[in-house]
């Protein structure tokens, strides 16, 4: 079988980093969480304090923005953890403050277009499951399948209340769908690369779909990209 590019776009806590992990799990291709590259760079300038609640250092933040390695590795487990400059992050970069500061900070374009570089440089070889706001309509147009996955904002704070609980950060329900509602609209509105539907993408609505649905929907439409 031929390999390909697959593309998942989607607004955020939609569950596009599970849905992309299962399929580079059963398929054998690389995983790439594009996520996790914004949240690193949003706890880089939060550590360099470069952005705060209300302000960011746009000057340091271009400055410094081509310093940034970021890398994936895969532990023990066989998952692939994010590692920024060589440290290991991928704890760090899961609080609700670093995800609502890498909501901001890509909003510029000098730190979009290093990690789309960064990101196309992942991507050469094929054989890869990428997901983000801009994958198939920015870094690769030319995927050969493409998901926009969505799901209505109050189940996605659900959602990410879940993920924050599993984690033993408790925080209101109101206080998520907030920022949630908060971060679709800065991923829509943005001017450098803002979040919407490739024309040739495949709309997945999850609101109600378990995730064995959800994953058979999508291995159905790999097989049919790869076997064509």
Partial sequence: M?????????FSSCGKSTMAKELARETGYI???????????????IRNGWMTD???DIESIEKHITSIRLEFRTNEHGKAEMYLNGENVEHEIRTLE???????????????RELVRQQQLMGKSKGIVM????????????AELKI????????????RMDEMAAQGKI?????VLANVIE????DQNRTESPLRKADDAVVIDNSNLTLSEQQEILRNLFMQKVLS
């Fill in 98 to 112: 670093v995800a609502n500061g890498a909501s901001r900070v890509s909003t510029l374009g000098s730190v979009r």
């Fill in 148 to 159: 926009f996955l969505t799901a209505s904002p109050e189940i996605r704070a659900r959602r």
């Fill in 31 to 45: 995983y790439v969480d594009t996520g996790a590259m914004y949240r690193a760079v949003s706890l880089f300038c």
């Fill in 171 to 175: 925080v209101s329900y109101q206080e």
């Fill in 131 to 142: 997901d983000g706001r801009d994958i198939g309509t920015v870094v690769f147009p030319e």
């Fill in 2 to 10: 031929k390999k390909i590019i697959v593309a998942i776009d989607g």
């Fill in 54 to 56: 209300t302000a960011m």
């Fill in 183 to 186: 971060r679709d609209d800065r």
